[in-house]
């Protein structure tokens, strides 16, 4: 039997945290700062206090956003199916978009871990009145739900219901 009920998405979307500039290193090769790794691990608490844990991750194949991605599974305590995406690094809001659209629909919860200005521009498309006008900060989570399949999240609104810029205690 074929249960045709929609269920709650949620879509975290985090741009990467805090990454060091040092000369001769490639872009996709910048590593975090110290500052990244720990604001990385309190955005997986984050995630664990509000209870959004994922049950996949898409993130860019960069050097920083994967070693955000460990910083928050760290803190997250939680073991999704994680894939690493080229489009996440080298492609724009359309292509961001895609990938959600393209999410099955037996993952109902998704970090998506990028890169700006894509990943603001994302938060700003799913909800243009409640989206942070500056963009996401270094390690900034918007967080976004829709009682509705993957597929229709190109062409209605997904509330923005909640936000969080890690920061670390120094």
């Known amino acids: ?4 009920r929609v269920t709650i998405r949620t879509l975290a979307i985090l741009r990467h945290a805090k990454a060091d500039n040092p000369l001769g290193v490639a872009d996709i090769d910048r590593p975090l700062t110290p500052r990244g790794h720990a604001d990385a691990t309190v955005a997986g608490a984050w995630l664990n206090n509000h209870a959004i844990a994922p049950d996949l991750v898409i993130c ?10 460990h910083g928050v599974a760290l803190g997250l305590g ?16 359309d292509d961001l978009m895609s ?3 393209e999410i099955d629909d037996t993952m109902p919860t998704v ?3 990028g890169h700006n200005p894509g990943v603001s521009q994302l938060s ?5 009145k409640r989206a ?7 390690c900034g989570l918007a967080v976004h739900r829709l009682d509705a399949p993957w597929t229709s999240w190109s062409h209605t ?7 969080h810029t890690a920061r670390a205690e120094a």
């Not at 860019?60 to 991605?69: G, M």
Request: hydrophobic share 40%; no cysteine; net charge negative.
């Open 124 to 128: 700003a498309r799913l909800d243009p």
């Open 132 to 138: 942070d006008s500056e963009g996401l900060r270094t």
């Open 157 to 163: 609104e997904a509330p923005l219901v909640s936000s």
């Open 111 to 113: 970090v998506l871990i």
């Open 1 to 4: 039997m074929h249960d045709d």
């Open 60 to 69: 860019s194949p960069s050097r920083r956003t994967r070693e955000t991605w």
């Open 99 to 101: 990938l959600v659209t």
């Open 78 to 93: 939680a073991a999704p199916v994680v894939i690493y995406e080229r489009a996440v690094y080298t492609g724009d809001v």
